[in-house]
C-alpha cells in the first residue's frame, strides 16, 4: 500500500524551497492575493451602495412625514 507512494525527490534545502517552487508559490500568492483585494473592494462599492440607498430611502420617510404633517396641520388650523 505505501510502496506505490511517491515523494518528491529533496535537495538539501527540501523541494519546497527550490527556485521554481518559490517562484510557483509567489505567483498563486500574488494571485491569491489580488483576488483578495478585488474582493475586498468589490464589498466596498457594495457597502457604499446600500449606504446610499438607505441615505436615499430616509430622505423619502422625512419627506413622506413632512408631507403628512403638514397637511395634519392644515386641517387642524381649517377645523
Do not use: Y
Request: hydrophobic letters at 40%; aromatic letters at 6%; charged letters at 30%.
Amino acid at each position: 500500500m505505501f510502496s506505490k507512494l511517491r515523494f518528491p525527490s529533496l535537495s538539501r534545502a527540501g523541494a519546497a524551497w527550490r527556485p521554481h517552487n518559490a517562484r510557483r508559490r509567489s505567483r498563486a500568492a500574488a494571485g491569491r492575493l489580488e483576488a483578495a483585494v478585488c474582493g475586498f473592494e468589490r464589498s466596498i462599492v457594495t457597502l457604499r451602495k446600500a449606504a446610499l440607498d438607505h441615505v436615499d430611502s430616509q430622505d423619502l420617510a422625512c419627506l413622506t412625514l413632512r408631507v403628512f404633517l403638514d397637511r395634519r396641520s392644515e386641517r387642524g388650523r381649517t377645523a
